[in-house]
Structures are given as C-alpha cells and as structure tokens.
C-alpha cells in the first residue's frame, strides 16, 4: 500500500545524519510502496518518465527490462544517465542491461571495492529542487517485482536529503571503473 505524508526534514536529517547537516525547514514528500502488492516496478519507471536532466542509478542487481527501457527512452529524450553497477554481479550476469544503456549513451561503471555494491538508489534531476531519491531493499530484478518481499521510499523535494545521496552517489562513482 502506498501511503503519501509529509515528513519535516529535522526528522529526516535525524534518520540521515551528517556533521555538516544544519537544522533544516524544507518538507519532503515521502512515499512508500511494498512488494508484493505495489507495482515498484512501475513505480520507478514512472519516475525515470519524468525526469528533464538526469538520472543517477545504482543497482546490485539489474534484469528488469522494463527499467532499462525507461533508461533507453530519458536517453533518446536528452536526459544524462548514469549508472553504476557491482562488478561482481557483472561477472556473474546479473547486470546484463548495462551494455545496452552504454551503447545508448549512458555513463555506465562498474564497482568493485566492496564486498558487495548493494546501494539500490534512483536519482531523478538531482540539481533540481523538486528532486526525486528512490532508495530500499528493491533489487531492478523482475523477482524484487513479482516473489520477492522488497521495499522502496520515494523521497521528493528536499534538498538536503538529496545532495546527500547525489554525494554518495559520486562518492562511488569516483570508486568505480568506467565500463569495458
């Protein structure tokens, strides 16, 4: 069931802390979707349709056909993909739509410094203050969608939950290699 609330962001800087976080006064727009039972799936491509300047993806695993077309399709409309997967998964075949996404366009790394790369996080138009982080346990498999039980938190339109994940994010990406 998805439930819409608005949460203060003192109490997400709470959940998220940082040294350098200062008491902050914007609301965010949270949502949550569990599966089975919510199309999560649909969920985040929905989102990724959205998107008008980026998009930042990391995933552990990543079969879902129909997230990798909604990355194909923000591509073809102008939109920066980015997307950083888990080298061991790679080699096991686990990652299989990344070599698509890179011939299309999309800056495509692999990381390989830890034990497992298992951030599952969707940033849409990250510089944007209506901004949109997807995070949880849902791996972009079509297992996560249809056997698993798996979770996602959509966060939208706050800043300082955002510019931490997008630091993350480029934390990582400085760890990854630049696809093959």
Request: proline residues 4%; glycine residues 4%; positive net charge.
């Amino acid at each position: 069931m998805r439930v819409w609330c608005a949460l203060a962001v003192a109490l997400c800087c709470s959940v998220f802390p940082a040294a350098e976080a200062k008491p902050a006064r914007e609301l965010a727009q949270v949502e949550a979707a569990f599966t089975p039972g919510d199309d999560i799936a649909g969920l985040i491509r929905r989102r990724i349709d959205l998107a008008r300047s980026s998009v930042r993806v990391q995933a552990y695993l990543f079969t879902d056909r129909s997230v990798a077309n909604a990355l194909l399709a923000a591509r073809k409309r102008g939109v920066a993909v980015d997307l950083i997967g888990d080298a061991a998964q790679h080699e096991a075949g686990n990652v299989r739509y990344l070599a698509a996404l890179d011939r299309a366009g999309a800056r495509v790394y692999l990381n390989p410094n830890h034990a497992a790369s298992h951030n599952k996080i969707v940033i849409v138009d990250g510089a944007d203050p209506a901004a949109t982080v997807i995070t949880g346990s849902y791996n972009f498999t079509q297992a996560a969608q249809s056997r698993n039980a798996e979770n996602v938190v959509v966060i939208s339109g706050n800043r300082a939950i955002t510019d931490r994940f997008v630091a993350n994010f480029e934390l990582h990406r400085s760890q990854s290699t630049p696809w093959p």
